[in-house]
């Protein structure tokens, strides 16, 4: 079998009927003209092996990777970037044309886009970070912060020894902070960032006070269901800047649709309204 000239790229995972990327993907095929196509594609653990084999046969040019499969790509390919390597987990596949699978993982990348796009005078430089979590979304956002020059990033999570495994892989300059003091640690933060689901439509509340945050700190959230998170609306409330999660989500698509259909796209309001389906 044979897709001829059409590229074809897709995003798999378990579960995937959730997922914003055929949206993300499906309008800048659109708005650039490109007689493409990006399929959601759902596999269990037992076919993922065999799944990315067949995609790579019928002439997929890459995928995305989404829960649970982000650590298990790694493996599969035969080109891994310093990025990927360093966070141990990837969330796009390229299937290049010499035959070999490359990974990526951009969730970083799309962390400092979205949040230069909406407050492009931040800088990590300036002041400690917090990082609230330590799950795979805190690793890339940590490497990220630690690429901009953050000079220390106090590491939160409820279990300590996730927090201290992460500070032990990154070094230094991460501190560990029990998660009882954040409070007390934010003063003299520039930057909060929370890379749990606390928040989120249907989970608990981050209730973590924000007494001692700076009032000229940026607070961002990679939570966007709903946009405005509590954190973000009681961060706004104290004079913060705040950024939404929405824009890591769109910002972390932009490399993988270059490298399979040739066009570096724009994350606009347009595509904003697309997503969340205005």
């Known amino acids: 079998m044979t897709t001829g000239s059409i590229p074809l790229a897709a995003v798999i995972g378990s579960p995937i009927a959730h997922s914003l990327s055929p949206r993300v993907h499906g309008y800048w095929l659109r708005k650039y003209q490109i007689p493409g196509y990006y399929i959601p594609i759902g596999l269990s653990r037992d076919h993922f092996a065999k799944g990315i084999d067949a995609l790579v046969r019928l002439g997929f040019r890459g995928v995305n990777i989404t829960l649970p499969f982000k650590e298990t790509a790694l493996a599969f390919a035969d080109v891994i970037t310093d990025e990927a390597a360093l966070i141990g987990a990837a969330n796009t596949l390229t299937f290049?044309?010499?035959?070999?699978?490359?990974?990526d993982n951009t969730d970083g990348y799309g962390f400092v886009a979205n949040i230069r796009q909406k407050a492009p005078e931040w800088s990590a430089r300036v002041a400690p970070a917090m990082v609230i979590g330590a799950g795979g979304a805190s690793r890339a956002i940590i490497s990220a912060l630690l690429g901009e020059g953050a000079p220390e990033i106090l590491l939160v999570n409820r279990t300590r020894s996730r927090a201290e495994m992460l500070a032990e892989h990154f070094g230094a300059r991460i501190t560990v902070v029990d998660w009882t003091h954040a409070p007390a640690a934010m003063a003299g933060i520039g930057t909060l960032v929370n890379t749990t689901s606390l928040g989120m439509e249907g989970e608990p509340p981050l209730n973590i006070p924000l007494d001692h945050?700076?009032?000229?700190?940026?607070?961002?959230?990679?939570?966007?269901?709903?946009l405005q998170t509590p954190l973000l609306i009681e961060a706004e409330k104290r004079g913060c800047q705040t950024v939404d999660g929405l824009g890591m989500l769109l910002h972390q698509a932009v490399p993988g649709f270059e490298s399979w259909f040739g066009i570096r796209p724009e994350v606009d309001d347009a595509l904003r309204d697309e997503v969340l389906g205005k």
Do not use: F
């Open 213 to 226: 945050l700076p009032r000229g700190a940026l607070v961002t959230d990679i939570v966007y269901t709903p």
């Open 96 to 103: 290049r044309k010499d035959g070999r699978i490359q990974a």
